[in-house]
């Protein structure tokens, strides 16, 4: 009897353990989210999908990234001439920051390679980037990495919107 | 210890594990090295009406200046249905598309990793922003697992 009660006892200490455990885990990551935004996003008034284009590549190289690719949101979905010519995907890289990300935690994959989304929109275009220090609220190693590659996105977006 | 206990401590374990791995990011291996792995996870996606949109070689894109080797490579997947209900539903989704799979070269293999949902799932509580995650994520898993089966 005994032995059944602290059998019993102890799969209660464990599993309150682990809800508790779960219950401060959402707390935080709830904390973290609620203190970052999910978007960085600017607008580029007066300017049509292509020159937006132009603008945020001149931007990625101004402050030392590289440009890797555009393409368009159903690239390879859909057939070239069907493809949605008013939202392209830009993708641009700092190599130096993405070895030194991926040291800290691979995880960083999930914020690689850098992105912006162009939406073409009837007074301009819109830039949109998932935040990474959002991105990164469950990989607390990736914090201060984060918190530099924001930066960088909003002085590039902002450069492009200019 | 009596076994009836062990069976207590394996259950209560397995609860704190199914609560604390909610929103991981899904992931499985396979011991193969990294060709086949590309090669199998093209079928993988295939069998599932997957379209593998592109392939980055961050590994030889380091290498290639001079950084160490991370033994890792990005891949971009998708299908025409994800964006045109994100574009209709909820166009913030956009930027989770295409789907990224992250391929992890290791002792035993190689390792498949998804992106982490939970933030997403998070910030979109109600439908159908959370349909269209769950959705994709459950997409995701079976071709994950089909992956493993090839």
Known sequence: MIYRFHSLFLLFALFWTGAIAAADSVAMNRADADAEPMILTT?????????????LSQAIVNHNYTFVRQQSIDSRLVPYAEEVRSVR???????????????????????????????ETSSGVDLIAV???WTSQSMPALREVCQELK???????????? | MKPGLIKHFVVAFGLMLSLSTQAAPLSVSKAVDMRQAMDDVALAAINHELVLVKMQPIDTALTKRGFEDPGMRILFIGSE????????????????????????KNEAGITLVSDDFGPWLHEFPDAPARLMIEAWQAEMKAMLDDFVRQ
């Open chain 1, 131 to 133: 935040n990474p220090a």
């Open chain 1, 89 to 119: 995907l830009v993708y641009f890289c700092n190599f130096a920051k993405m070895d030194r990300a991926l040291r800290i935690d691979p995880r960083a994959t999930q914020m690689l390679p850098c992105r912006v989304t162009l939406v």
């Open chain 1, 43 to 55: 607008t580029a008034p007066g300017k049509n999908i292509d020159q937006a284009v132009t603008a």
């Open chain 2, 81 to 104: 249905s994800a964006v045109r209900w994100a574009e209709e539903a909820e166009p913030r989704l956009l930027n989770l598309l295409p789907l990224r799979l992250t391929l992890i």
């Open chain 1, 151 to 162: 930066q960088d996105y909003l002085d590039i977006l902002d450069e492009a919107a200019l």
